[in-house]
């Protein structure tokens, strides 16, 4: 079955931690770009990071830069968002998603990515 699972969410403090996974069953993630999204409720859902094939090349929406490091592990088949000093308005649903088009300048253009997965919720309060 081809599926990418979302693990890692969950309830943190203000000023705590998350690493979030992103991993990829019945297909290699090796050709493909990956990006994080996120939707907070009554919210559109927004670009957070994505990183390149190569792990070369790194972007990060301005609200999360600083604070969030995303990487990748060819030989687990998974991505990872760790998220660092996390807030209040952190808290969504997360999402990663795949573009197989992307090469070496991933973007965070939402129709750019053609395979999602079904995201963790991660809740920041106190």
């Known amino acids: 079955q081809v599926q990418l699972v979302e693990s890692g969410g969950g309830l943190v403090q203000p000023g705590g931690s998350l690493r979030l996974s992103c991993t990829a069953s019945?297909?290699?993630?090796?050709?493909?770009?990956i990006g994080w999204f996120r939707q907070a409720p009554g919210k559109e859902r927004e670009g957070v990071s994505c990183?390149?094939?190569?792990?070369?090349?790194?972007y990060y929406a301005d609200s999360v830069k600083g604070r969030f490091t995303i990487s990748r592990d060819h030989a687990k088949n998974t991505a990872y968002l760790q998220m660092n000093s996390l807030k209040p308005e952190d808290t969504a649903v997360y999402y990663c998603?795949?573009?197989?088009?992307?090469?070496?300048?991933?973007?965070?253009?939402?129709?750019?990515?053609?395979?999602w997965g079904q995201g963790t919720q991660v809740t920041v309060s106190s």
């Open positions: 990183i390149s094939v190569s792990s070369g090349s790194t």
């Open positions: 998603a795949t573009d197989i088009d992307a090469g070496a300048d991933p973007k965070l253009i939402e129709y750019e990515y053609d395979f």
């Open positions: 019945g297909f290699t993630l090796d050709y493909y770009a």
